[in-house]
Every structure is written in C-alpha cells, then in structure tokens.
C-alpha cells in the first residue's frame, strides 16, 4: 500500500527566504509523486511531478523538488519565497505503472509568507 | 483545454436530502477520478473510471454515494440521505495518462 507523509503541518517563513517543505512516501513498486498547491476555496494545481526520469524535478513559480530513493523523500523547495507563495501544498504518490489510478494524498502543509 | 469543471460550486442542503454533482473532464481524458476532501485534510480517492467502465472504488464510498460516467465524458455523483459526515468539498479529476489535472471542487454543507 501507498502512503505520504508531510512533516509540518504548518511551515512560516520570510518573504525571500528558502522555503523547504518535506514529503516521505511509501510505495510497494516505483512510484510516481506529485507536488500539488491549493489556494482558498479552490482546486488543486499541479506544480511538478516525477515519472522515473531526471530526479531532480522543476516545476512552476520557481519550486523544484528532488527524489531520494535511499531516503524516501520527495522534499519540495523554492530558493525565494514570494507572498504569493502562501497557500497549502499537498504531496502525493501514484502506483501508475502497477494500479494506474488512485493518488495518495498527505495531510498537507499550509505555507505562510511573512513580510 | 477549458479545464475540468464542476457544478455547482457550493451546496446546502438538509439531512436527509439526495444531492448530486458534475464534472466535466478535460476533452481528450479518458480517466476521471472522485476525492473528498474534508477541512485541514489531504483529498482521499473515492472511486474512478476509465471511459464509461468505473473501475476501482474506496471502501469510503458508502452505499449511499453512486458514481456514473454513462457516455465516458461527464460524471455525475449521487449521495443519498445525506448526513452531516457528508460535509466536504468534492474534487474531481481527470488525465490521459499519469498526471492528474483537478476541477475547483464542490463544497458540501449538510445542516
């Protein structure tokens, strides 16, 4: 079975410093993961993903995220925060090659942006 | 590409009372998803579907939640009796292949 797990549930930093939010999964096979970012009252929007190629994944809004197999993190980062940035971020893993369905969400961390 | 869309947006509705939303996935997808989401949580999947056939559903999809894709395009889902547990926001989703792309959701509120 598949699991996430966010560490933070609430992360707070400064406007132009480094923003690190950490994801562990869980995956019985290789898995697929997914850096997803939910603003009020809204959908999720797809900020990056890794699908088993380069391990160092870029996304939108400047974030990046690497896989570590050894370590079982998918750690997202971004060198600059930006007020803009402030929203929840979910984490989320994917057994596509095997059940190519369901994600498996964590529980989330809600990012705040200091001026 | 107009996106994955919802509707309604928000919903109220009294204990007891069947409720049911739509989604409309992206045209060339042929997988559509269900999640709930409920306050301070991650989605969680309900069920999905590949073209019309619905193929895995979660334990969480109790007896009185039906989900339908009858011509593998828009899905409707149905809850009957609604409870006050009910309340959430219901987000679908819909890809081709691996990569799921998520419409603005369906907030809940069951008094």
């Known amino acids: 079975a598949q699991s996430v797990t966010q560490l933070g549930s609430h992360v707070s930093v400064s406007e132009g410093a480094l923003v690190l939010l950490r994801c562990n999964y869980s995956?019985?096979?290789?898995?697929?993961l997914f850096w997803y970012v939910q603003y009020p009252n809204q959908g999720l929007q797809l900020l990056l993903k890794y699908t088993s190629a380069a391990t160092l994944v870029k996304g939108i809004n400047g974030f990046e995220a690497e896989f570590k197999k050894s370590e079982t993190s998918f750690h997202l980062t971004k060198p600059s925060a930006h007020m803009s940035d402030a929203a929840e971020y979910f984490c989320a893993v994917s057994e596509w090659e095997t059940s190519g369905s369901r994600l498996t969400f964590g529980e989330g961390t809600q990012l705040t942006v200091n001026p | 590409d107009t996106g994955v869309s919802q509707d309604p947006r928000h919903k109220i509705t009294k204990r007891g009372q069947n409720v049911t939303f739509r989604c409309d996935p992206i045209s060339e997808h042929n997988r559509l998803y269900w999640y709930r989401q409920t306050l301070g949580q991650g989605p969680e999947f309900l069920t999905y579907f590949q073209n019309e056939a619905q193929l895995e559903k979660s334990r969480l999809l109790s007896d009185r939640f039906s989900a339908e894709r009858p011509k593998g395009s828009f899905s409707t889902l149905e809850i009957q009796r609604t409870e006050q547990g009910d309340s959430a926001m219901y987000l679908c989703a819909s890809s081709y292949k691996e990569t799921q792309y998520f419409g603005p959701g369906t907030r809940l509120l069951v008094l």
């Open positions: 995956s019985s096979v290789p898995p697929y």
